[in-house]
C-alpha cells in the first residue's frame, strides 16, 4: 500500500536530496503497481558517438526503484541502493526515453525491483535492470 505520493516524495528529495533533480526525470505515474519515469535525454546525458552513457541509464534506474521503495515505506531517506545489475541492449537514441520500473519483492530490510529503459513508441527495450535497496533498521 501507497503511503508517499508523487507531491510527497518531491518535497522530501527537495528537502532531503536536492542533487536528484540534476537528472531531470519526470515522474509520469505511480501506483502499487509501479512508476512510469520519462527523460528528455539532454546534453549531460550524452556520451561520445551521441548516445546516453551507460552511468546516465544506471543513474535512471536507481532513481526509479527509489521511488517505489519509499512510496510504500515513507520517506527514509536514507534507504541506499546494496545491488546494481544493468544488462544493455541497444544504442539507446537521443530524443526521450523512458523508464517502467516495479517493485518486485519489499521486505524488511531489503527492497528488489527491476525497471525497462526503453523509448516512446517503441516495443525493444534498451536497458534492463535489477536493483537491491537496503532499509534501514526500525523503518
Given at each position: ?10 518535497s522530501?528529495?527537495a ?11 519526470e ?113
Amino acid at each position: 500500500m501507497t503511503v508517499m505520493d508523487i507531491a510527497e516524495f518531491e518535497s522530501m528529495m527537495a528537502a532531503e536530496f536536492p542533487q536528484a533533480a540534476r537528472l531531470g526525470a519526470e515522474i509520469e505515474h505511480l501506483d502499487d503497481a509501479g512508476i512510469h519515469l520519462r527523460l528528455t535525454v539532454a546534453e549531460r546525458h550524452l556520451r561520445p558517438g551521441g548516445t546516453v552513457s551507460g552511468p546516465g541509464m544506471m543513474e535512471l534506474c536507481d532513481f526509479a526503484v527509489y521511488l517505489p521503495v519509499l512510496s510504500r515505506v515513507g520517506p527514509v531517506a536514507l534507504a541506499v541502493t546494496t545491488n546494481l545489475n544493468i544488462n544493455f541492449m541497444r544504442k539507446p537514441e537521443t530524443g526521450e526515453i523512458i523508464a517502467d520500473a516495479r517493485l518486485m519483492k519489499l521486505g524488511k530490510h531489503l527492497a528488489v525491483g527491476e525497471v525497462t529503459i526503453g523509448s516512446p513508441g517503441e516495443a525493444e527495450a534498451y536497458a534492463h535492470t535489477t536493483l537491491t535497496y537496503a532499509i534501514p533498521p526500525g523503518m
